[in-house]
C-alpha cells in the first residue's frame, strides 16, 4: 500500500501561491490571517483533519458567534467578535488543506461556498445588535426599531450585488472578456491590476472593505468606539451605491456585447 507523503510546511505554503493573485492587496488576509494559516493547515493534516470537516467547523463558528452577537444586553459581544474572527480563519484553512494534500472535489467546493451564508446575514445581525445593545450607538437621535431595517437592507443590497456579479460572470463575461481580447485587453487577475493613480486606490480600498475579515476588524474597532451604528449606515451606503453601480457597467457591458452580435443565436 502506498504512504501518503505530507507537504512541508514550505509545499503548504506554495500550494497557496495560486490565490496570491486575488490576495495581493488584501492587507488584513495577508497580515492578520494568512500568516498563522499555513502552520495551522500543516499541523491539521498531520492530525489527519480533511478540509470539508473544517468547512463544516467554520459554518458552526459562524453560527455561534451571530447567536452571541443577539443576545441582549451585550454579555457575549466580544466572544461573538472571536467566534467570527474564527469562522474567517477556518475560511483560510479548508481550502489550503485541500491545495496542499490536492484533495479538491466539487463538494468542498460546495461546502466552501455554501458557509457563506453568514456573509449574507452578517450586516442583519449587526443591525439587529446595535438595537439591541446602546453601547454600540453613537447617534442616540436615531430610533433604535431603525437599525434592524438598516441591517436588513445592508445584508439584502450586500447580496444583490454579489448576485449580480454572479449573474455577470455566467451570463456575460465569458462574451464580454472574448470582446475585450479582441481589442488587446486581457482580463486582470486582480481588481486593482490595470490602474494607476486615484483609480487604482480607490479600487484597493473597495476590494478589501468588501471581505469579511476587513469587516470584522472594522466592526470590533466600531464596538470598541461605541460606534457600530455609524458603521451600519457607512455599509448601508456602500453596498447601494455598489448595486446601483454594479447594475449600470453590466448592463452597459452586456449592450456591447449584444451590439457586436457575439452569443446570439442564428
Known amino acids: 500500500m502506498n504512504q501518503i507523503t505530507l507537504p512541508s510546511l514550505g509545499e503548504v505554503r506554495a500550494a497557496h501561491s495560486v490565490r496570491s493573485g486575488y490576495e495581493r492587496f488584501l492587507f488584513v488576509n495577508t497580515y492578520l490571517f494568512r500568516p498563522p494559516s499555513f502552520p495551522a493547515i500543516w499541523l491539521l493534516i498531520r492530525l489527519g483533519v480533511s478540509s470539508e470537516s473544517v468547512s463544516w467547523f467554520s459554518g458552526l463558528a459562524a453560527l455561534a458567534g451571530f ?3 443577539l443576545r441582549p ?4 459581544l466580544w466572544p461573538g467578535i ?10 483560510c484553512l479548508d481550502g489550503g488543506i485541500a491545495r496542499a494534500m490536492r484533495t479538491r472535489n466539487p463538494y468542498g467546493r460546495f461546502l466552501d461556498s455554501s458557509m457563506s451564508w453568514a456573509d449574507m446575514f452578517f450586516w442583519a445581525v449587526v443591525g439587529a445588535a446595535v438595537w439591541r445593545m446602546p453601547s454600540l450607538r453613537a447617534m442616540p437621535w436615531v430610533r433604535p426599531e431603525a437599525w434592524p431595517a438598516a441591517g436588513a437592507a445592508a445584508a439584502l443590497l450586500f447580496s444583490y450585488a454579489a448576485y449580480l456579479e454572479g449573474l455577470f460572470d455566467v451570463s456575460l463575461r465569458g462574451y464580454w472578456e472574448e470582446l475585450q481580447a479582441g481589442k488587446g485587453v486581457l482580463p486582470a487577475p ?15 480600498a473597495l476590494h478589501n472593505l468588501r471581505v469579511r475579515e ?11 468606539a461605541g460606534a457600530a451604528d455609524a458603521l451600519l449606515l457607512f455599509y448601508l451606503a456602500l453596498y447601494s451605491a455598489l448595486a446601483v453601480s454594479l447594475l449600470f457597467v453590466y448592463a452597459r457591458r452586456g449592450r456591447k456585447v449584444f451590439d457586436s452580435g457575439l452569443g446570439r443565436e442564428a
Open 82 to 91: 472571536a467566534l467570527l474572527m474564527l469562522f474567517n480563519f477556518c475560511d
Open 73 to 76: 444586553g451585550a454579555p457575549l
Open 190 to 204: 486582480n481588481p486593482a491590476e490595470g490602474s494607476s493613480g486615484p483609480a487604482k486606490i480607490a479600487k484597493i
Open 67 to 69: 447567536a452571541c452577537l
Open 214 to 224: 476587513t469587516q470584522y476588524v472594522l466592526f470590533a474597532a466600531a464596538c470598541l
